[in-house]
T-cell receptor, first 117, second 109 residues
Framework: GAVVSQHPSWVICKSGTSVKIECRSL??????MFWYRQFPKQSLMLMATSNEGSKATYEQGVEKDKFLINHASLTLSTLTVTSAHPEDSSFYIC?????????????FGEGSRLTVL | GQNIDQPTEMTATEGAIVQINCTYQTSGFNGLFWYQQHAGEAPTFLSY??LDGLEEKGRFSSFLSRSKGYSYLLLKELQMKDSASYLC??????????WGAGTKLIIKP
């Protein structure tokens, strides 16, 4: 069965609106979740590392005020794309790791495809 | 800098064997992952190598040579459902996965 659930799978919104994407760890408590973005035919790009109970760690070039991450519980992290614009249209994927850092595989959510009109 | 090099695209025939190569350069090394990604879907885990040698798992095997910065994924008895992108992702000293663009594998009948 699924280990990580991501919602919504598809979202279309108007430019200027905000969109929230949820990532739930179903099988275990995840103190750390990762958020990725993937443009067509390109590699996964790590956006940020979400830490339960503390601020997320953002990768260089990712605007923390635009991509708000909240990791309020051990099973839920949310990514909010604020004031979305067409260039934010992408495939957003979350993942969790099952084991000790560096030894566990990553389990990915189903991904959320965002289209901003 | 950190770099991943794998072929952009490969074509193989159903029932055959294909080897997807990956060379990498990372700041430190904590193992290498292979993921499969079907079009429009999230990646799924295939294998993890941290020591040199071959790891076999059913129809899929993965090989690692740390001294050469080289890995390959071997797929046997190819099936049409194996048509997907295969992502090589080494983990650096900060335990961060470095992702390449992947190899798109096309299986023909």
């Amino acid at each position: 069965g699924a280990v990580v659930s991501q919602h919504p799978s598809w979202v279309i919104c108007k430019s200027g609106t905000s969109v929230k994407i949820e990532c739930r760890s179903l099988d275990f408590q995840a103190t750390t979740m990762f958020w990725y973005r993937q443009f067509p035919k390109q590699s996964l790009m790590l956006m940020a590392t979400s830490n339960e109970g503390s601020k997320a760690t953002y990768e260089q070039g990712v605007e923390k005020d635009k991509f708000l991450i909240n990791h309020a519980s051990l099973t839920l992290s949310t990514l909010t794309v604020t004031s979305a614009h067409p260039e934010d249209s992408s495939f957003y994927i979350c993942s969790v790791t099952s084991g000790r850092l560096g030894t566990g595989e990553l389990f990915f959510g189903e991904g959320s495809r965002l289209t901003v009109l | 800098g950190q770099n991943i090099d794998q072929p952009t695209e490969m074509t193989a025939t159903e029932g055959a064997i294909v080897q997807i190569n990956c060379t990498y350069q990372t700041s430190g090394f904590n193992g290498l992952f292979w993921y499969q990604q079907h079009a429009g879907e999230a990646p799924t885990f295939l294998s993890y190598n941290v020591l040199d040698g071959l790891e076999e798992k059913g129809r899929f095997s993965s090989f690692l040579s740390r001294s050469k910065g080289y890995s390959y994924l071997l797929l046997k008895e190819l099936q049409m459902k194996d048509s997907a992108s295969y992502l090589c992702a080494p983990m650096d000293s900060n335990y961060q996965l470095i992702w390449g663009a992947g190899t798109k594998l096309i299986i023909k009948p």
